[in-house]
């Protein structure tokens, strides 16, 4: 059975990469929870494979470590574990980083 595919052309490709782009920065902007910084910037959760990646806190020292990680499929399971006093991993300009303080969730502080 042969499959019909039409071809698209050179604008067609960018509009689509371009929507795409768009969707991913609006799923960045929607998120319920991310990190203040001092020059007022909000970070976004870092997520690996679609998932929110939290530290377990009764590791102590070692709780960033691979081993360690948490792994949540929900924003809400996030937000609970937070709210139990679980660390998350949350984009920054180099690369993510384990964080506890100046959390916010749907624009009120829980660290």
């Given at each position: ?49 679609g ?5 377990d ?44 303080r ?10």
């Amino acid at each position: 059975m042969q499959k019909d595919f039409s071809p698209i052309n050179r604008q067609q490709l960018l509009d689509r990469q371009r929507e795409a782009a768009a969707s991913a920065e609006s799923k960045k902007l929607m998120t319920r929870i991310y990190r203040l910084t001092s020059d007022g910037r909000q970070w976004p959760p870092a997520q690996k494979d679609g998932l929110f990646v939290l530290g377990d806190p009764s590791a102590r020292n070692v709780k960033h470590q691979k081993k360690n990680e948490v792994l949540v499929p929900t924003e809400e399971e996030a937000i609970r574990l937070i709210l139990k006093g679980f660390p998350i991993r949350i984009e920054t300009k180099t690369r993510p980083s384990l964080v506890r303080r100046n959390l916010f969730v749907d624009g009120k502080r829980v660290s």
